[in-house]
C-alpha cells in the first residue's frame, strides 16, 4: 500500500481518535499529520496487530507527549462535526447535538488510558488484540479498561442515559 492510498484509508479514523483524546481540533490535525509523517519515516516496520493500529499507536503516543508537555486540560470543541441526521426536525437535531456534547465532555473527564482503550473499540472497531498491542497490555487489561470507562460514563451522565 502506498502513502496515498495509507493516508485516504486511515486519516480520518486518526484525525478523530485524536480529536476525541485531545479535545482540541487544531491539535487533533496536527497529530494526524504528524502520525503519517512518523508512519512514512519509521524505519522499524509495524510490529503485530493491524495497520490502524499501529497508526493509533502512533497518535496515542503523540497525544501523551503533547499532554506532558503541556500539563493542561483542553475542553472538547465539537462545532466543527455535523452529525445531525438530515431528516430529523430541529427538536430532535437539538437534543441529539446536546447529548453528543454531554458525552463528548463526560469523555473528557475518564481516565485516558480509559478512554483510548474505549474509543479504539467503539470508534475504531478494533479488535482486543489489536488495542492491546497498540495500548502495550494484555488483553483482560484492554477488557477491564473498556468496562471501566463505559462505568465512569454511565456514572458522569447519570442513570438512564445512553453512553458510548
Do not use: W
Amino acid at each position: 500500500m502506498d502513502f496515498a492510498d495509507l493516508y485516504t484509508r486511515y486519516a480520518a479514523d486518526v484525525f478523530r481518535f485524536a480529536f476525541y483524546l485531545s479535545g482540541d481540533r487544531m491539535l487533533a490535525e496536527d497529530i494526524a499529520a504528524e502520525t503519517f509523517v512518523r508512519a512514512l519515516t519509521a524505519k522499524v516496520p509495524p510490529g503485530t496487530g493491524s495497520l490502524k493500529a499501529y497508526l493509533l499507536t502512533i497518535a496515542r503516543h503523540l497525544f501523551l507527549d503533547n499532554v506532558r508537555a503541556d500539563r493542561r486540560s483542553t475542553p472538547l470543541d465539537g462545532d466543527h462535526l455535523d452529525l445531525a441526521d438530515p431528516g430529523a426536525g430541529p427538536d430532535a437535531t437539538a437534543e441529539g447535538r446536546l447529548g453528543l456534547e454531554a458525552l463528548r465532555e463526560a469523555l473528557q473527564n475518564v481516565p485516558e488510558h480509559e478512554r483510548a482503550a474505549l474509543l479504539m473499540a467503539t470508534v475504531d472497531g478494533l479488535s482486543h488484540d489489536d488495542i492491546a498491542a497498540a495500548l502495550g497490555c494484555s488483553r483482560a487489561a484492554v477488557k477491564v479498561r473498556v468496562h471501566r470507562a463505559r462505568l465512569r460514563l454511565r456514572h458522569l451522565r447519570g442513570p438512564g442515559r445512553i453512553t458510548a
